[in-house]
């Protein structure tokens, strides 16, 4: 099977605890993703909302050379994909490959040349905010807070650098701002529904379909906090989300945004190697071979393929 995910903190947790991306006691290694014939990953730098300045862009560069080093150490299995070249190459053989973003924008430290900074070292998305405050907005604690002039001005720049705008974490306003400034498709990488599960993390239906009319993508997180209220999350959560989104209209739009290593997942899916269950799970709900693909891959392998 063929599996993209739009968003794990593997890296980030690998990093800071000195782990190898290879084999480890963690929810995404290269060797669980081995169970599937071709895996695309993007794999998120994440900020702390406390790191501000220089001390935020030296983090990313302390977790990016980790995470330079790690792909180093696995070149027959991994490679990352920078630019859409790479991209549309991956097309002629199955290795897996690895997609890279940032998880807060504080790294930018509210100066619009590291954004470009970052555009060369291969970032191609970036997650606008965290849950709290920094120099592009507020994150989701402060609905009614949106974007400051510094942000309004950012999402121009990242369309032409090609640095695919996320609103994943975003407050209610940012969104909508991100949603009048936007030329391009925007995505919201990790993220559910918040008439199944009402967290201000998820999105409202509203917001959905806003995403849908402009091009673009949802990833749907396996966190249990977002996946049900209470208690006792578990897969059969996942496709009450994504059953939502699809009577939306969102069987081009929705995709798989992990969150693995960033959050707790139910325990019947566990880690990265549950996916084939969930994937079993789907057939068993009647999704169709088809519609199962474009959820779990072909969906956010066509968004890339328009907009790298
Ligand atoms: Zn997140």
């Given at each position: 099977?063929?599996?993209?995910?739009?968003?794990?903190?593997?890296?980030?947790?690998?990093?800071?605890?000195?782990?190898?991306?290879?084999?480890?006691?963690?929810?995404?290694?290269?060797?669980?993703?081995?169970?599937?014939?071709e895996?695309?990953?993007?794999?998120?730098?994440?900020?702390?909302?406390?790191?501000?300045?220089?001390?935020?862009?030296?983090?990313?560069?302390?977790?990016?050379?980790?995470?330079?080093?790690?792909?180093?150490?696995?070149?027959?299995?991994?490679?990352?994909?920078?630019?859409?070249?790479?991209?549309?190459s991956t097309r002629r053989n199955s290795r897996?490959?690895?997609?890279?973003?940032?998880?807060?924008?504080?790294?930018?430290?509210?100066?619009?040349?590291?954004?470009?900074?970052?555009?060369?070292?291969?970032?191609?998305?970036?997650?606008?905010?965290?849950?709290?405050?920094?120099?592009?907005?507020?994150?989701?604690?402060?609905?009614?807070?949106?974007?400051?002039?510094?942000?309004?001005?950012?999402?121009?720049?990242?369309?032409?650098?090609?640095?695919?705008?996320?609103?994943?974490?975003?407050?209610?306003?940012?969104?909508?701002?991100?949603?009048?400034?936007?030329?391009?498709?925007?995505?919201?990488?990790?993220?559910?529904?918040?008439?199944?599960?009402?967290?201000?993390?998820?999105?409202?239906?509203?917001?959905?379909?806003?995403?849908?009319?402009?091009?673009?993508?949802?990833?749907?997180?396996?966190?249990?906090?977002?996946?049900?209220?209470?208690?006792?999350?578990?897969?059969?959560?996942?496709?009450?989300?994504?059953?939502?989104?699809?009577?939306?209209?969102?069987?081009?739009?929705?995709?798989?945004?992990?969150?693995?290593?960033?959050?707790?997942?139910?325990?019947?899916?566990?880690?990265?190697?549950?996916?084939?269950?969930?994937?079993?799970?789907?057939?068993?709900?009647?999704?169709?071979?088809?519609?199962?693909?474009?959820?779990?891959?072909?969906?956010?392998?066509?968004?890339?393929?328009?907009?790298?």
């Amino acid at each position: 099977m063929r599996y993209f995910d739009l968003h794990c903190d593997t890296i980030t947790e690998c990093a800071a605890g000195g782990k190898q991306l290879a084999e480890n006691d963690l929810g995404v290694s290269l060797r669980k993703a081995a169970c599937f014939d071709e895996w695309r990953q993007f794999f998120a730098i994440w900020i702390p909302d406390s790191m501000r300045g220089p001390e935020a862009l030296a983090y990313f560069d302390s977790v990016y050379a980790y995470f330079l080093a790690q792909l180093a150490n696995n070149a027959r299995s991994i490679v990352f994909c920078r630019e859409k070249a790479d991209f549309l190459s991956t097309r002629r053989n199955s290795r897996d490959y690895a997609l890279l973003s940032v998880e807060g924008g504080a790294v930018l430290a509210g100066k619009m040349q590291t954004l470009s900074y970052l555009r060369e070292r291969g970032v191609r998305l970036l997650t606008l905010t965290w849950n709290g405050d920094n120099e592009i907005g507020s994150g989701y604690l402060k609905p009614e807070s949106g974007l400051t002039d510094f942000g309004k001005a950012l999402i121009p720049e990242m369309e032409r650098q090609g640095v695919i705008v996320d609103v994943s974490h975003l407050s209610d306003r940012g969104f909508y701002e991100v949603e009048a400034l936007a030329k391009r498709p925007f995505i919201a990488t990790h993220s559910n529904a918040r008439a199944v599960c009402p967290h201000g993390r998820n999105l409202t239906d509203e917001q959905f379909c806003l995403l849908r009319d402009r091009g673009g993508l949802v990833g749907i997180n396996f966190y249990k906090a977002f996946l049900r209220e209470g208690p006792g999350a578990c897969m059969q959560d996942i496709l009450r989300h994504i059953d939502h989104f699809l009577a939306l209209g969102g069987e081009n739009v929705v995709c798989m945004g992990s969150d693995f290593d960033g959050a707790e997942v139910p325990a019947d899916l566990g880690d990265i190697e549950g996916v084939p269950r969930l994937r079993r799970l789907m057939r068993q709900h009647g999704y169709s071979e088809a519609l199962i693909e474009r959820l779990l891959f072909r969906n956010a392998a066509e968004f890339f393929r328009r907009n790298l």
